[in-house]
């Protein structure tokens, strides 16, 4: 059990409303990442963060927004939902310890109509 | 060329099979490698990282191949629990970057067969 919990775990949205996904963490770790995945693409790197704070985009960043103002939550906006955005996305956690390894919450599945 | 890029299969094969997957990567200074099972409309966990002198656990068997950039992952004994998608995964270094980006396959779909 990685310690992530991710929230909703289910929503379906009309296009062009906000919508706000959070991944929470007990254990404290620095490293937290946002991740989507689509059939035929894999895993996307959505954005991701090294601290409170500090985050930086990934491949897919265009759309989307993230705030990390404590080390246990880190946010996912999309500001402004599109079709496009149907999808299923997943937090993760590096424990740093030294290994690049990632743990990944449970994911939240996301429709936009 | 895809960066990661791997069989998306199905392999179906009967219960005690032995299964190979291949994973082949692009980027050459590539250090950390991994696989991760995934389950049906679950997230991705841990199976194994992939040594350069290859390791074993258990059933499972992974192999790096730096010289034509592949690794593998053998399934011996395969049981209807394997049954799952196998996700490679590579790192893509960062100039002087502290965290290294995990680049992610798109999957091979394993089915084993009673």
């Known amino acids: 059990d990685a310690g992530i919990t991710q929230s909703p775990r289910h929503k379906v949205t009309e296009t062009g409303t906000p919508v706000t996904l959070r991944c929470h963490q007990t254990?404290?770790?620095?490293?937290m990442y946002w991740y989507r995945q689509d059939p035929g693409h894999g895993l996307r790197l959505i954005h991701y963060s090294y601290g409170v704070k500090d985050t930086d985009k990934g491949e897919v960043s265009d759309g989307y927004s993230v705030s990390r103002s404590k080390t246990e939550d880190f946010l996912l906006t999309l500001e402004s939902a599109t079709s496009s955005q149907t999808s299923v996305y997943f937090c993760?956690?590096?424990?740093?310890?030294?290994?690049?390894?990632?743990?990944f919450g449970e994911g939240s599945w996301l429709t936009v109509v | 060329r895809k960066e990661v890029e791997q069989d998306p299969g199905p392999f179906n094969v009967p219960e005690g099979a032995t299964v190979a997957f291949n994973c082949t990567y692009s980027?050459?200074?590539?250090?950390?490698f991994f696989w991760y099972r995934q389950d049906c409309r679950k997230e991705p966990k841990l199976l194994m990282s992939v040594y350069s002198s290859g390791n074993e656990d258990g059933r499972f068997t992974a192999q790096l191949n730096r010289a034509s950039q592949y690794i593998s992952l053998l399934i011996r004994d395969s049981k209807l629990s394997d049954s799952a998608t196998y996700l490679c995964?590579?790192?893509?270094?960062?100039?002087?970057?502290?965290?290294?980006?995990?680049?992610f396959g798109t999957g091979t779909l394993l089915a084993v067969q009673p």
């Open positions: 995964v590579v790192n893509r270094p960062q100039d002087g970057g502290a965290t290294n980006k995990l680049i």
């Open positions: 980027n050459s200074a590539s250090q950390s």
């Open positions: 254990e404290n770790h620095r490293y």
């Open positions: 993760a956690i590096n424990p740093g310890t030294g290994s690049n390894t990632i743990y």
